[in-house]
């Protein structure tokens, strides 16, 4: 039996079982690079305090086989889904998809991970299984459009569910009928608000979908029911959540030509807080090159194409969380203390002298700009500094600022922890399913005494 009442959701179900990533060399060696990215926010993460609550709070004693990283524990696989994905996006520190609008690699490996636990695979199959997972949440998000995300949904949430089962339904070379199935198993558990922004709640959001995405494909292959025309229903995914900005033909036109890990690409981050202030970063981080120094600044403004600075929820943060999403904050520390650091966005109270230069920053929009969409082009700032001698300094950043290489964070993340030295390595080059329980081996090790 297959979906052919529904066109769409049979084409999109029928592309992420079909799909062989493995043959582009460009797509493996990003995936290998982002997975690497991943592991250290997800090691980093373990030792979060709101991790070590999730933890307990969700049953994370429970036996089972499912690691969790950082940590000697193995749990539920299911368990262990929720407190990874919350471990990967707790510090901001992981990476962000442009199609998506959000965050695929904390859903989707996550998901993998604690599948591993059930079934064996070899690495290989991770790899490829996870490049799937990113082009169907990415391809998702294009085919929604910009007002999802606009009216207050956090896509890395609503979409992930529906790309770690895409992955998952890969992985096991699920039935076309099947696969639709567990995609909207998926989309019907689609949630996730932006409102949490700033709070312990953001994080647990892609734990939430790697959860969600996981259990669906493990419904739907022991036979359980569901709609199989999620997309294509009047009732279905767009209807609900694209608010009439949909574009149903992104969601397999030109699939995987080149793969969406590719091109636009997952952009790795430089600075642990919302991708959406990194590129205000990059130019405070310049300014302090340069010699400016804060109190020679009268005011500060900046510009932003309409819906750039959707995500940047606070203006005046009280704190290291809320200053995450704070260009204000952000531009201040960037330019007083010439880096951005874990410790600029923890739990404590913000620093008065950084929040004295924050506060004579306004922001402002160009609505004869394009509207920011998923088309990088679309995102820029502009600074304007006017100085107190009278004069002015202007600086624009297009695009947004990311690394190449995540050797020197991840190295920063897991230090002074050598147990975990070779992952990166042998990430780079796992192909069988002995390697891939060796990676498992090296991730279970305690770095988390919250988590034991």
């Given at each position: 039996m297959t979906t052919t009442f529904a066109p769409l959701t049979s084409a999109f179900a029928r592309a992420i079982i079909s799909s062989d990533p493995l043959e582009d060399p460009a797509a493996v060696d990003a995936a290998r690079t982002a997975i690497i990215d991943f592991l250290a926010c997800a090691i980093a993460g373990a030792r979060d305090r709101t991790t070590g609550i999730l933890a307990d709070a969700i049953g994370a004693r429970l036996p089972g086989e499912a690691i969790l990283l950082g940590s000697t524990r193995r749990t539920d696989p299911l368990i262990a889904a929720v407190v990874n994905g919350h471990a990967g996006h707790v510090l901001d520190y992981d990476d962000v998809h442009a199609s998506v609008r959000g965050h695929p690699t904390t859903v989707i490996i996550p998901a993998l991970l604690a599948f591993a636990?059930?079934?064996?695979?070899?690495?290989?199959?991770?790899?490829?299984?996870?490049?799937?997972?990113?082009?169907?949440?990415?391809?998702?998000?294009?085919?929604?459009?910009?007002?999802?995300?606009?009216?207050?949904?956090?896509?890395?949430?609503?979409?992930?569910?529906?790309?770690?089962?895409?992955?998952?339904?890969?992985?096991?070379?699920?039935?076309?009928?099947?696969?639709?199935?567990?995609?909207?198993?998926?989309?019907?558990?689609?949630?996730?608000?932006?409102?949490?922004?700033?709070?312990?709640?953001?994080?647990?959001?892609?734990?939430?979908?790697?959860?969600?995405?996981?259990?669906?494909?493990?419904?739907?292959?022991?036979?359980?029911?569901?709609?199989?025309?999620?997309?294509?229903?009047?009732?279905?995914?767009?209807?609900?959540?694209a608010f009439g900005a949909e574009h149903p033909s992104a969601l397999t036109e030109n699939w995987g030509s080149p793969w969406q890990i590719v091109a636009p690409g997952l952009t790795l981050k430089a600075y642990p807080c919302c991708t959406a202030s990194h590129p205000v970063a990059s130019v405070g981080i310049g300014l302090n090159e340069e010699g400016l120094r804060p109190e020679a600044i009268e005011r500060i403004t900046f510009t932003y194409?309409?819906?750039?600075?959707?995500?940047?929820?606070?203006?005046?943060?009280?704190?290291?969380?809320?200053?995450?999403?704070?260009?204000?904050?952000?531009?201040?520390?960037?330019?007083?203390?010439?880096?951005?650091?874990?410790?600029?966005?923890?739990?404590?109270?913000?620093?008065?002298?950084?929040?004295?230069?924050?506060?004579?920053?306004?922001?402002r929009h160009d609505h004869t700009a394009l509207r920011m969409s998923s088309d990088p082009r679309t995102r820029f700032v502009i600074v304007d500094i006017l100085l107190r001698d009278g004069s002015t300094i202007q600086r624009r950043y297009d695009g947004l600022p990311g690394l190449t290489d995540p050797a020197e964070k991840f190295y920063g993340a897991t230090a002074p922890h050598s147990a975990f030295a070779d992952i990166p390595s042998l990430v780079l080059t796992m192909s069988s399913a002995t390697d891939l329980r060796q990676l498992l081996t090296l991730l279970n090790q305690d770095v988390a005494p919250n988590l034991v």
């Open positions: 636990a059930e079934r064996e695979f070899s690495a290989e199959a991770l790899v490829a299984s996870y490049i799937v997972g990113v082009e169907a949440m990415a391809r998702l998000g294009l085919s929604l459009g910009s007002k999802h995300y606009e009216n207050g949904f956090h896509a890395t949430a609503t979409l992930g569910t529906v790309g770690a089962a895409a992955a998952i339904a890969h992985l096991t070379r699920a039935s076309i009928d099947e696969t639709a199935i567990a995609l909207g198993l998926a989309a019907t558990q689609s949630s996730g608000l932006r409102l949490q922004f700033g709070t312990d709640a953001k994080p647990f959001h892609a734990g939430m979908a790697a959860r969600s995405g996981l259990l669906s494909a493990r419904l739907a292959a022991a036979g359980f029911g569901g709609a199989r025309d999620f997309i294509d229903n009047p009732t279905g995914f767009h209807s609900a959540y194409p309409p819906g750039a600075d959707a995500a940047l929820v606070v203006s005046k943060p009280s704190n290291g969380i809320e200053a995450r999403f704070s260009p204000e904050y952000v531009f201040a520390a960037a330019l007083i203390d010439g880096a951005l650091r874990l410790d600029h966005f923890d739990e404590q109270p913000v620093a008065p002298r950084l929040m004295e230069l924050a506060r004579r920053v306004h922001r």
